[in-house]
């Protein structure tokens, strides 16, 4: 089985700090990862992926996560926060050939002016 | 593309009364899923269908719960009778393959659920 704990359910930073989010994985075989953003009252959009090529992943809105299999880890970073960063983002998994993704509960950002 | 359309957007119910939400998901995506999502639990999947036939009904949380498909652009979930712990937010997505195969999901808004 498959699953992604990401630590802390709120995290505040101020506007124009870095961004860290963590999300650690627990897979038998290699994984592929994901960060999701859920905006307020919206679905949630993908924001980049890992699927076993670069370990650096950049995504949108200046979003990059790096996969550490020592570590098992796929933490999320932006380097300059943002007031439009605030929402939700969820860590999923999955491997290859698996039809679902499995989705860490979710950690909510809130940027402070 | 309009995306995955979800309606309808909110719902408020009384406790025993059926319940029916709606997707419609991205033109030739052949994969729709169904996920719940609350404070407790997080994101739930639900059911998921290929080419309209149901995969994997595990998540399902019991026999007040079914979902359907019958085409491929349109799907419901309904729920009969409703219970006040089935409030939660029920989201669509669809995807052109699976997951696995690099295949992105795309999420529809959501449909909030209040049972009374």
């Known amino acids: 089985a498959q699953s992604v704990t990401q630590l802390g359910s709120h995290v505040s930073v101020s506007e124009g700090a870095l961004v860290l989010l963590r999300c650690n994985y627990s897979s038998s075989v290699p994984p592929y990862l994901f960060w999701y953003v859920q905006y307020p009252n919206q679905g949630l959009q993908l924001l980049l992926k890992y699927t076993s090529a670069a370990t650096l992943v950049k995504g949108i809105n200046g979003f990059e996560a790096e996969f550490k299999k020592s570590e098992t880890s796929f933490h999320l970073t932006k380097p300059s926060a943002h007031m439009s960063d605030a929402a939700e983002y969820f860590c999923a998994v999955t491997s290859f050939g698996n039809e679902k993704l499995t989705f860490g509960t979710g950690t909510r950002l809130t940027i402070i002016p | 593309d309009a995306g995955v359309i979800q309606s309808p957007r909110h719902e408020v119910t009384e406790m025993g009364q059926e319940v029916t939400l709606r997707c419609k998901p991205i033109?030739?995506?052949?994969?729709l899923f169904w996920y719940r999502q609350t404070m407790m639990r997080g994101l739930e999947l639900l059911i998921y269908f290929n080419n309209n036939v149901p995969i994997d009904d595990s998540g399902m949380p019991e026999d007040r719960f079914s979902a359907k498909m019958p085409n491929a652009s349109f799907s419901t979930l309904k729920i009969q009778p409703s219970e006040p712990r089935d409030s939660a937010v029920y989201f669509c997505?669809?995807?052109?393959?699976?997951?696995?195969?690099?295949?992105?999901?795309?999420f529809g808004p959501g449909t909030r659920l209040t049972v009374l």
């Open positions: 997505a669809s995807s052109k393959g699976l997951a696995g195969y690099d295949n992105e999901q795309f």
């Open positions: 033109s030739g995506h052949d994969y």
